[in-house]
Antibody, heavy 113, light 108 residues
Framework: QLQLQESGPGLVKPSETLSLTCTVS??????????WGWIRQPPGKGLEWIGS???????YYNPSLKSRVTISVDTSKNQFSLKLSSVTAADTAVYYC?????WGQGTLVTVSS | DIQMTQSPSSLSASVGDRVTITCRAS??????LNWYQQKPGKAPKLLIY???SLQSGVPSRFSGSGSGTDFTLTISSLQPEDFATYYC??????????FGQGTRLEIK
């Protein structure tokens, strides 16, 4: 069964770049026609799609975040990553990586000085 | 962007009740509609995909219907473990997916 695990700093300072990695086990990130995505959820709020990367490497971003987001894949490590630049307190959220229908457990990232 | 609107935003019900949650898309999405259940501190769990198909392992008291712009999630007889927040999600414009704002189901 596919498993996804997010990792990265839990605290990021305002104006800096948030960096998270999703490690995939139980399947190869490059072997099938899937989208690998990032979704976030601010505390007490709903779910927001951040962006996705196709197994071929093509990327797709939420227009509201597009100028600040980069998603990349490292097939040698079976990982994909998220970078979100110029963060503010509004970026505080639980960040999930997912490949339908499987999700990681999520990781809380707090933006604070 | 396709907007998803759920109603109600919150709902109080009792064990054994039949509950219906609705989701409306801002444009036709055919049957590209999924329903998720989320419990506090946990990732969303897929219940229904393609509007009416039950995900493996999900109890049969959950059902989904609809197509086009209007969809419903029905729980036929609420169980204690069903009290959670439910989200609809359109996959018509995959990978650009959008979620409804959520429906919080609480114990009456």
């Amino acid at each position: 069964q596919l498993q996804l695990q997010e990792s990265g700093p839990g605290l990021v300072k305002p104006s800096e770049t948030l960096s998270l990695t999703c490690t995939v086990s139980g399947g190869s990130i490059s072997s099938s026609s899937y989208y690998w995505g990032w979704i976030r959820q601010p505390p007490g709020k709903g779910l927001e799609w951040i962006g996705s990367i196709y197994y071929s490497g093509s990327t797709y971003y939420n227009p509201s975040l597009k100028s600040r987001v980069t998603i990349s894949v490292d097939t040698s490590k079976n990982q994909f990553s998220l970078k979100l630049s110029s963060v503010t307190a509004a970026d505080t959220a639980v960040y999930y990586c997912a490949r339908h229908p499987d999700w990681g457990q999520g990781t809380l990232v707090t933006v604070s000085s | 962007d396709i907007q998803m609107t759920q109603s109600p935003s919150s709902l109080s019900a009792s064990v054994g009740d039949r509950v219906t949650i609705t989701c409306r898309a801002s444009q036709s999405i055919s049957s590209y509609l999924n329903w998720y259940q989320q419990k506090p501190g946990k990732a969303p769990k897929l219940l229904i995909y393609a509007a009416s198909s039950l995900q493996s392992g999900v109890p049969s008291r959950f059902s989904g219907s609809g197509s086009g712009t209007d969809f419903t999630l029905t729980i036929s007889s609420l169980q204690p473990e069903d009290f959670a927040t439910y989200y609809c999600q359109q996959s018509y414009s995959t990978p650009s997916i959008t979620f409804g704002q959520g429906t919080r189901l609480e114990i009456k």
